[in-house]
């Protein structure tokens, strides 16, 4: 049994003061269609793995949840990394969360080695969501972690594969951007796009080219001082 998250979410996010910023301006159109069932596909949405001091990242999953008309079934992390005894208690909570919420928990990246077959499951999970739902929503942030400054990181490898094999069923990429701008935060939905991937070139290069794509789309939504290597 699952428990709806988007009226949760919703709840939240009103609680949250300052208001978040939410420009859906880009989007606008495409959420109207998705509120009203008129999607013949699948949508991947993707964004920035952002958090601050006062702001831990799980609160742009809540605010973009909200904001999205549909259930987003999100990818989410099944536990933290370095974080002392806290390590352990993770990987017991938010695995039996995700499932309760409707996610699907994936170790970080890189994986450690014992994690390996763990990642492997959770990718044919998913998968299988994705091809067994008529119109599935997924949420993903492709860097799978924070990075100094909320700045834009590397992404490890196999990430961009994997969005490629996720986007035979969500063929529509909704990009979002999330960061804070004097104590409020801010989300900006881009316009929906579809990647165009050459036939017959390497895996390490699709991975890469995938990748690329992704994030200069996310990119285009921050500031320029967040943007990194895909400024």
């Known amino acids: 049994m699952t428990i709806p998250f988007r009226p949760i979410a919703k709840i939240l996010t009103r609680s949250l003061h300052p ?20 999607l013949e596909q699948g949508v991947l949405l993707t964004a920035n793995h952002f958090s601050a001091i006062d702001f831990h990242s799980w609160w742009f999953v809540i605010i973009i949840s909200a904001t999205i008309p549909v ?16 390590t352990g208690f993770t990987h017991w909570l938010f695995p039996r969360g995700a499932k309760i919420l409707g996610f699907t928990p994936m170790p970080a990246m890189p994986p450690d080695p014992r994690q390996v077959e763990q990642r492997a499951r959770a990718v044919r999970q998913m998968l299988d969501y994705a091809s067994q739902s008529r119109y599935p929503v997924i949420g993903l942030t492709p860097e799978g972690g924070d990075f100094p400054g ?27 951007g999330v960061w804070k701008e004097h104590d409020t935060i ?46």
């Not at 165009?196 to 500031?223: C, F, N, Y």
């Open 19 to 38: 208001a978040p910023k939410v420009d859906i301006s880009a989007a606008e159109v495409f959420l109207t269609h998705m509120e009203q069932n008129m």
């Open 71 to 86: 259930h987003v079934h999100w990818v989410v992390s099944a536990g933290w990394t370095n974080s002392g005894w806290l």
């Open 150 to 176: 909320g700045v834009l990181g590397n992404l490890p490898p196999g990430v961009g594969r994997f969005i490629h094999l996720l986007s035979r069923y969500c063929p529509d990429i909704l990009p979002v």
């Open 186 to 231: 801010q989300l900006k939905f881009g316009s929906p796009y579809s990647l165009d991937v050459p036939e017959g070139i390497s895996t390490s290069h699709k991975d890469i080219l995938v990748g690329d794509t992704v994030m200069h789309h996310i990119a285009e939504l921050l500031p320029e001082r967040l943007r990194g290597k895909y400024g």
